[in-house]
C-alpha cells in the first residue's frame, strides 16, 4: 500500500513539473491597424509561450500572410536574443482577435516583440495605448502608414498614447505625426528600437506630447556679406521679387491656426532669419529658403486632413494659377516672363500630380502629401505672379524669340526627355505650347540636377570648381548672379559648420547651384542674342498664339469630324439609294409582249 502510494505522489510531482514546465508565460496587448481612408482599428493579441522546439504559431484569422509570419519570426527572434534565451526550447502561439478572415503586413510586428519580450521576462505590459510599427531582427521598428486613422481608433478605444516609429525631426512624416498628435490631444511615443518601447509599455514612464521642430540655424547673423556683384543686373528690382516672397510666406505662416502656435512662432522666427540673409546680400537664397518652408505652413494652416476639405483646396489653388497670364516679352524683362512661365508650368505638374493622389487616396497620409504638394504649387504661383507684376513694368520694345532658335532648344530638350523629373517633363510641355524660354531653362535645370554626379570630386575639387563657375556667371543676368551669390552663401555657410555631413551638404549644394548659374547663363544669352523686335498691334504675342494654336487645333478637330459625319451621311445615302433600286427591280411587273398572230396557211 505504501509503495502504491509513493508511485502515485512520485507519478503526480512528475507530470506538475511537466505541466509546469510546459507554460512558460503570457502576454496581451493592443495593435491598432488601418482599413481604408478614414477607418482603423484596434486589435487585441496574445501570446502564450510554452516549451518546445522554437515553433511559431498565429491562430485566429482563417489564413495569415507571409509578411505577418516573417515579422512574428523576426519579433521571436529579437526577443530570445535581448533575453539571452535559446528560441529552440519554446513554442510561441500567437492569438489575433480579429474578425478579418485574413490577415496580412508587416506593422504588427512591435506589437508581437513586445508580447513575446513580455510573457518571457513575466513582466506585464500595461494596456492603456495602442502600438504600431514593423521590426527587424535586431529590433529595428521601420515606418507604417496610415498613422491618423490608427491613432483615432485607439483614441476612439479608450487609449491614452500611442507607440509609433521614430520619423525623424524635421521629415514629412514627423509633420504627419505632429499634426495627427495636435489634432486628437494623443501623445505619440516616437522609438526607433523594440527596447526602447518597454518603458512606455510597462507603464515606467509617462509618455509626453512632442514638439515639431520647424527651426532652421543658416547661420543669419554670423554669414559674411556678399561682396559678389553685376554691373548689367537690376538687383534692387530683384529685392522686390524676394521681399514679396517673404511676404506671402508671413502670410501663409499667420494663418495657421488651432494647436500649432510653437510651430508658428518658430517659423516666424526663421523668417526673420530670411530677412537678415537677404539685407546681406543674398536676395534669392532668402527667398528660397523662405519658400522651402512654404508647403509646412500650407499644410499646417489646412490641418483638415479629409479629401473633401484638400479637393476644395485644390479647386481653389487650380483657379488661380489658371489664371495668371504672362505679360508680353521685352529685351529687358524677358528673364522675369521666363522664370513665371517656369513656375507656372511647375504647378501645373504638382497640381496634377497632388489630383492623382487625391483620387487614390487609401489613407490620411496621401490626403497630407496631396495638400502639401497643392501648397508647393500655389507658392510657385505666387512668384509667378511676382515676376509677372515686375515684368509688366517694362517699356522696352517688345520682342519675339527667333524661329532659327527653336532647332536648338528642341534638341537640348529631347536630351533631358528621359531624365524622369519635374523639369524634364515641364521642359517638355512648354516647348509643345511654344514657350521656348521656359523650355531651355527648364532642360538646364533638368541637367544640372537629373544628370548630376560628384562621384570623383573630393570638397576641395568642388570649392575650386565653384569659384571658377562664380567667377564665369559673366553678367549673364540676373537670375545666373542670383544662383551665383547663392553658391557663395553655400560656401560661406560651410565654414561656420562645425559637422561633417552638413559641411559636405553645403559645399555640394554650391557647386550644384553654381552649375546651373553658369548653364542659366548661357540660356539668357541664346535667348536674347536671338531676339526680333514686334509690333503687339499688327502681330500676336507670343502667349496669344499659344492660345490660338490651342483654339486652332479644336477647330480642325472639329473640321475632321463634321468632315467624318458628312462623309459617313455621303456613304449611308448612296447605299440607302443602291438598296432601293435593288428593291424596285425585284418588286417591277415584268413587261410580257403580245404573241404575234400566226397568219392562217
Same mark, same amino acid.
Given at each position: ?218 547661420? +543669419?547673423?554670423?554669414? !559674411?556679406? $556678399? %561682396? @559678389? /556683384?553685376? =554691373? &548689367? ?9 524676394? #521681399? ?52 509646412? +505652413?500650407?499644410?499646417? !494652416?489646412? $490641418? %483638415? @486632413? /479629409?479629401? =473633401? &476639405? ?9 483657379? #488661380? ?60 504661383? @505666387? ?219
Amino acid at each position: 500500500m505504501d509503495r502504491k502510494i509513493t508511485i502515485a505522489l512520485f507519478t503526480f510531482i512528475i507530470l506538475s513539473s511537466v505541466a509546469y514546465a510546459a507554460s512558460v508565460g503570457s502576454a496581451s496587448i493592443t495593435a491598432v491597424a488601418v482599413e481604408g481612408l478614414g477607418a482603423g482599428n484596434v486589435t487585441p493579441i496574445s501570446l502564450n509561450v510554452t516549451t518546445g522546439i522554437g515553433n511559431i504559431t498565429i491562430k485566429g484569422p482563417g489564413s495569415v500572410e507571409s509578411d505577418t509570419l516573417a515579422s512574428a519570426s523576426d519579433a521571436v527572434n529579437y526577443a530570445t536574443s535581448y533575453l539571452n534565451l535559446n528560441r529552440s526550447r519554446y513554442n510561441f502561439t500567437y492569438t489575433v482577435y480579429d474578425s478579418a478572415s485574413s490577415i496580412s503586413g508587416p506593422s504588427g510586428g512591435l506589437a508581437l516583440t513586445l508580447l513575446a519580450i513580455s510573457a518571457l521576462s513575466h513582466v506585464t505590459l500595461h494596456h492603456n495605448f495602442g502600438v504600431t510599427g514593423t521590426i527587424n531582427g535586431s529590433g529595428g521598428v521601420g515606418e507604417i502608414g496610415g498613422i491618423f486613422e490608427k491613432s483615432a481608433a485607439a483614441l476612439a478605444a479608450g487609449k491614452n498614447f500611442m507607440i509609433v516609429p521614430s520619423a525623424g525631426n524635421g521629415t514629412f512624416e514627423s509633420l504627419l505625426y505632429y499634426i495627427t498628435q495636435q489634432n486628437l490631444a494623443l501623445p505619440l511615443v516616437q522609438v526607433s528600437n523594440a527596447t526602447q518601447a518597454l518603458p512606455y509599455a510597462y507603464g515606467i514612464t509617462s509618455p509626453k506630447f512632442f514638439t515639431f521642430d520647424a527651426a532652421q540655424n543658416n547661420h +543669419a547673423l554670423e554669414i !559674411a556679406r $556678399s %561682396n @559678389l /556683384t553685376c =554691373a &548689367s543686373c537690376n538687383v534692387s528690382t530683384f529685392a522686390n521679387l524676394t #521681399y514679396g516672397t517673404l511676404n506671402f510666406q508671413r502670410a501663409q505662416i499667420n494663418a495657421i491656426r488651432g494647436n500649432f502656435s510653437p510651430v508658428k512662432q518658430q517659423m516666424l522666427s526663421s523668417l526673420g532669419d530670411d530677412l537678415v540673409i537677404a539685407q546681406k546680400g543674398y536676395l534669392y537664397t532668402a527667398a528660397d529658403l523662405a519658400f522651402s518652408r512654404y508647403s509646412t +505652413a500650407f499644410l499646417l !494652416a489646412n $490641418s %483638415n @486632413l /479629409t479629401q =473633401a &476639405s484638400a479637393e476644395s483646396v485644390y479647386n481653389n489653388v487650380s483657379g #488661380y494659377c489658371s489664371s495668371l497670364n504672362p505679360p508680353l516679352m521685352t529685351s529687358t524683362n524677358y528673364e522675369y516672363v521666363v522664370g513665371g512661365e517656369l513656375r507656372q508650368t511647375w504647378a501645373s505638374v504638382t497640381l496634377n500630380n497632388s489630383k492623382n493622389e487625391l483620387l487614390n487616396a487609401s489613407t490620411t497620409d496621401e490626403i497630407a502629401q496631396s495638400i502639401s504638394q497643392i501648397g508647393t504649387s500655389y507658392a510657385w504661383c @505666387l512668384a509667378a505672379n511676382n515676376m509677372y507684376k515686375i515684368a509688366s513694368q517694362s517699356s522696352s520694345q517688345f520682342v519675339n524669340m527667333s524661329p532659327a532658335i527653336l532647332q536648338d532648344i528642341s534638341a537640348k530638350v529631347n536630351s533631358v526627355q528621359n531624365y524622369h523629373s519635374l523639369y524634364s517633363q515641364s521642359a517638355q510641355i512648354d516647348y509643345k505650347a511654344k514657350l521656348y524660354g521656359a523650355a531651355l531653362y527648364n532642360a538646364q535645370y533638368a541637367l544640372t540636377f537629373g544628370n548630376f554626379s560628384l562621384a570623383q570630386m573630393n570638397n576641395s575639387q568642388m570649392v575650386v570648381a565653384t569659384g571658377k563657375n562664380i567667377a564665369n556667371f559673366s553678367g549673364g543676368g540676373i537670375w545666373p548672379f542670383e544662383f551665383a551669390n547663392q553658391a557663395v552663401f553655400y560656401l560661406n555657410q560651410a565654414l561656420l559648420q562645425n559637422d561633417s555631413a552638413q559641411i559636405n551638404s553645403s559645399i555640394q549644394t554650391a557647386y550644384t547651384i553654381s552649375t546651373l548659374s553658369g548653364r542659366l547663363g548661357d540660356a539668357n544669352r541664346e535667348i536674347s542674342g536671338s531676339f526680333i523686335s514686334y509690333n503687339p498691334s499688327n502681330q500676336t504675342s507670343p502667349q496669344a498664339s499659344t492660345q490660338l494654336a490651342a483654339i486652332e487645333d479644336q477647330i480642325n478637330q472639329i473640321y475632321v469630324l463634321l468632315f467624318a459625319i458628312v462623309g459617313l451621311l455621303f456613304v449611308i445615302l448612296i447605299t440607302l439609294i443602291l438598296l432601293l433600286l435593288k428593291k424596285t427591280q425585284i418588286q417591277a411587273p415584268i413587261a410580257i409582249r403580245p404573241r404575234a398572230r400566226r397568219g392562217r396557211r
